[in-house]
């Protein structure tokens, strides 16, 4: 083990920095903090996120709202124990419209988040992807994996990025000793997931509850494991609270074909819409699954929600979302 992989002893955590707080996991996680009565200061500029999906801690005092950019110098008061860096577009859909800020947040952003949790001392997590492994030549991709990621493609600008900010993250520990850790989440699912966000679930949810055909990429042979989102925010904070610097995948190993997960959820909708086959996009992987050995050996983690508890969660919690947005306005 060299010495920037030496786990440093866990602290207690009084007070958490959450970037892109407002987003799908951001807003998770900043929920799970408060119920463990951790303070929030929640830093994000609504890019992709939504203060719809941080409402119900709005008025909290221990939750705290700062709007701003995390690639403009960010000062936050105060003592804080731990940084969670997860500001950035995610979809593809956001980071193909967003390719310049998708790499700035990646890069300067993740400089910022550093530099922040290196003036506190605080421990610092960011939010690295399965993205980094690319279109796979290795399955199950486990850490030790170095990825095949085409960086002048579409998608380059995500993985890259992540890549980046993991480079960035190693050389922070080992020139200024911060705190890091480094989780590479895997395809995550449930409520506060955007239904025009263009990932498969969402996307496959809408289309079932709105009685249009579901769009299946390909031939739907091609694999993704899906975690639910109360598992990778108990693997995260896991995590965080370990003094591992990882990298370490966070994601369900349960893998299905994109087939079978549009199968599922037109059962789990009781929809009677049909599948449409459309064109794959440009490097989509054609197979994803965690090598989660290190979560299990190193935390005591698995994942709990079966996939099909977590669709019917998923798919309860969007039956009311969208209806709430169609219902018409109370005056
Ligand atoms: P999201 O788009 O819902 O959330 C991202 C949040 O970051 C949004 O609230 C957005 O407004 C904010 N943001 C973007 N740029 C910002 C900036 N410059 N300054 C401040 N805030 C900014 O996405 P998500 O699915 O919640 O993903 C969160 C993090 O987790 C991302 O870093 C993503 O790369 C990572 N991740 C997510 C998944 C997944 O399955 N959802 C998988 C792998 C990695």
Redesign the pocket.
């Known amino acids: 083990m060299s010495t920037t992989d030496a786990p440093i002893p866990a602290r207690t955590v009084r007070r958490a920095v959450v970037?892109?707080?407002?987003?799908?996991?951001?807003?998770?996680l900043c929920t799970e903090l408060r119920r463990r009565e951790v303070e929030v200061v929640c830093?994000?500029?609504?890019?992709?996120?939504?203060a719809a999906?941080i409402e119900h801690l709005v008025g909290d005092p221990g939750f705290r709202l700062v709007q701003?950019?995390?690639?403009?110098y960010v000062h936050v008061p105060g003592d804080v124990d731990l940084v969670l860096?997860?500001?950035?577009?995610?979809?593809p859909i956001?980071y193909l419209k967003?390719p310049i800020?998708?790499l700035?947040?990646?890069s300067i952003?993740t400089n910022h988040a550093l530099g922040l949790a290196k003036d506190k001392g605080a421990r610092f997590v960011?939010?690295?992807?399965?993205?980094v492994y690319g279109d796979p030549q290795v399955h199950p991709q486990p850490e030790s994996y170095w990825g095949h990621v085409n960086p002048v493609g579409p998608r380059g600008v995500?993985d890259e990025a992540?890549r980046y900010a993991e480079a960035l993250t190693v050389a922070y520990r080992a020139e200024h000793g911060v705190d890091t850790a480094i989780v590479?989440?895997?395809?995550?699912?449930g409520p506060?997931?955007?239904p025009f966000?263009g990932?498969a679930i969402p996307t496959f949810i809408r289309q079932a509850l709105a009685g249009e055909p579901l769009t299946v990429a390909g031939d739907g042979s091609q694999t993704r494991s899906?975690?639910y989102?109360s598992d990778?925010v108990r693997g995260i904070l896991a995590l965080a609270d370990s003094g591992h610097s990882g990298p370490m995948n966070i994601?369900n190993p349960h893998e299905l074909s994109v087939l079978r997960i549009a199968e599922d959820v037109l059962a789990a909708t009781g929809s009677a819409s049909s599948l449409e086959f459309v064109g794959r996009p440009v490097d989509d992987p054609q197979v994803r699954r965690p090598d989660t050995t290190l979560a299990a050996e190193v935390l005591g983690w698995a994942p709990e929600v079966a996939w099909e508890e977590g669709l019917r969660r998923t798919v309860e919690w969007f039956r009311t979302a969208l209806e709430a947005s169609a219902a018409p306005a109370a005056h």
């Open positions: 970037t892109g707080g407002a987003g799908f996991l951001g807003s998770h830093l994000d500029n609504f890019l992709t996120g939504s999906n701003c950019d995390m690639t403009d860096h997860f500001a950035s577009p995610a979809s956001d967003l800020h998708t700035k947040v990646g952003g960011l939010a690295s992807t399965s993205e995500y992540k590479r989440i895997f395809n995550t699912f506060r997931m955007r966000d990932r899906v975690c989102v990778l994601g």
